[in-house]
Each structure stands twice: as structure tokens, then as C-alpha cells.
């Protein structure tokens, strides 16, 4: 497998950006990645294509076999850089969830 330029990044394009959610699509070339991040709020992830991500965190690594229109959900808090595994673009849309649950509600 080629090792991809370390400052090769996926494109993110924000689709819906309200106070509820903020919809994101993300599209990575071979070997792109989002850079480490952590995620503020809970989120789903749909992906576009069918294939593998790899992701990099603090509870190691892990590759991932994704399926096109099978989502998945993570709470907020997940730390990670997520590469695209793939020799072929990979897309998929996050879904970031603004609400806050009240304790006791």
C-alpha cells in the first residue's frame, strides 16, 4: 500500500448548519485523512461508499469495513484521525447532534 503525504485531507462541505444539527459531507482521496480531532458533540455517520476507513485514537488503531446507506452512531467525546483505507475515493455524511439532554429528563 502507497503511504499517502501526511497533509493530504479530506474535504469537508457543510451542508445544513442550524441549531439542532450541522450536517457535514466529507470526501477523501486515497490515503487522505481528517487530522486528529475530537468530536464535541454525538454524531452519526452514513456512509456514501462502500469500503474501509482507518482510524488512529487513543484506544489504538482500528480498520473499519463500512457499508454504503448503513449508518452508525458515536456519543461525543471520540477522539481519532480517520484515514480513507481505500485505493478509490470515500464519502461519507456526518450528522452532529446539537441537542443536549437535561439530566433527569
Not at 10 to 30: K, Q, S
Not at 39 to 58: C, D, F
Not at 65 to 86: K, W
Amino acid at each position: 500500500m502507497t503511504t499517502a503525504p501526511s497533509d493530504l485531507r479530506g474535504v469537508a462541505t457543510v451542508r445544513i448548519d442550524n441549531e439542532r444539527v450541522r450536517v457535514t459531507e466529507w470526501r477523501f482521496a486515497p490515503g487522505a485523512s481528517t487530522g486528529p480531532h475530537r468530536h464535541e458533540m454525538a454524531y452519526v455517520v452514513v456512509p456514501l461508499t462502500t469500503g474501509r476507513l482507518a482510524a488512529t485514537g487513543p484506544a489504538g488503531d482500528a480498520v473499519n469495513e463500512l457499508i454504503a446507506g448503513l449508518p452508525y452512531f458515536r456519543p461525543a467525546g471520540v477522539e481519532h484521525d480517520v484515514r480513507n483505507a481505500n485505493p478509490f475515493e470515500f464519502a461519507f455524511i456526518e450528522i452532529e447532534l446539537k441537542d443536549r439532554i437535561l439530566p433527569g429528563a
